[in-house]
């Protein structure tokens, strides 16, 4: 069946520093990539997605692109802050379906000052 | 748009009680959807609803779990006799259906669940 899977965490930066969370997927056919992003407390936010191959999600600085020949998705960020510590979840869908979504197993990021 | 609402938000039974949460979607929203996420883990899908119709349900979700969206706005998710091993965050999420791949799926804060 269709999976994702993500680095381990925790990882750890220094404020400003540049960040790659990696993930990959197994799916059959074109599914939509996602990756949401939960504070602490917090529920699930989407932070960006792409739907079809080589597609580029970007949002608050972060970015990720849809590489279809590697199945990955990285997340990146040139320059990350205090407030970006959370946990990171990459996600996928199913193309023609009701967008159920498959989940990593997260990856928590913690920046320091 | 208040955003996707859950009640409550923790809630601490005793094995063998049962438990009831409620999720009142994003107004318009005609699919709704709950997760189960346990600690370290991402969330994984129970079930779906488009409308007031259940068309799908994992087999996380045993005979104890039961789902209802009535009228097709808010939903309950009822868990009978509860375990200690249903001890998660129980996730509902809706979205729009544009007839397209990719239709953003919101999320609500969870409601926590603590079996003693």
């Known amino acids: 069946g269709d999976s994702v899977t993500q680095m381990e965490g925790p990882v750890t930066l220094s404020e400003e520093a540049f960040l790659t969370i990696n993930c990959t997927y197994t799916a059959t056919g074109y599914p939509s990539l996602f990756w949401y992003v939960q504070y602490p407390g917090e529920g699930l936010q989407l932070l960006l997605k792409a739907t079809k191959a080589d597609d580029k999600g970007s949002n608050k600085g972060f970015e990720a692109t849809y590489r279809k020949e590697t199945t990955s998705f990285h997340l990146e960020k040139g320059s990350v802050q205090v407030s970006d510590s959370a946990v990171y979840f990459c996600?996928?869908?199913?193309?023609?379906?009701?967008?159920?979504?498959?989940f990593g197993a997260g990856t928590r990021l913690a920046v320091h000052p | 748009d208040t955003g996707v609402s859950q009640d409550p938000r923790h809630k601490i039974t005793k094995r063998g009680q049962n438990v009831t949460f409620r999720c009142d979607p994003i107004s318009e929203h005609n699919r709704l959807y709950w997760y189960r996420q346990t600690l370290g883990q991402g969330p994984e899908f129970l079930t779906y609803?488009?409308?007031?119709?259940?068309?799908?349900k994992s087999r996380l979700l045993s005979d104890r779990f039961s789902a209802e969206r009535p009228k097709g706005s808010f939903s309950t998710l009822e868990i009978q006799r509860t375990e200690q091993g249903d001890s998660a965050m129980y996730l509902c999420a809706s979205s729009l259906d544009k007839g397209s791949s990719g239709n953003t799926i919101y999320f609500g804060e969870g409601s926590w669940l603590t079996v003693v």
């Open positions: 996600a996928l869908s199913q193309s023609g379906g009701y967008n159920k979504l498959i």
């Open positions: 609803f488009q409308n007031e119709a259940q068309l799908e």
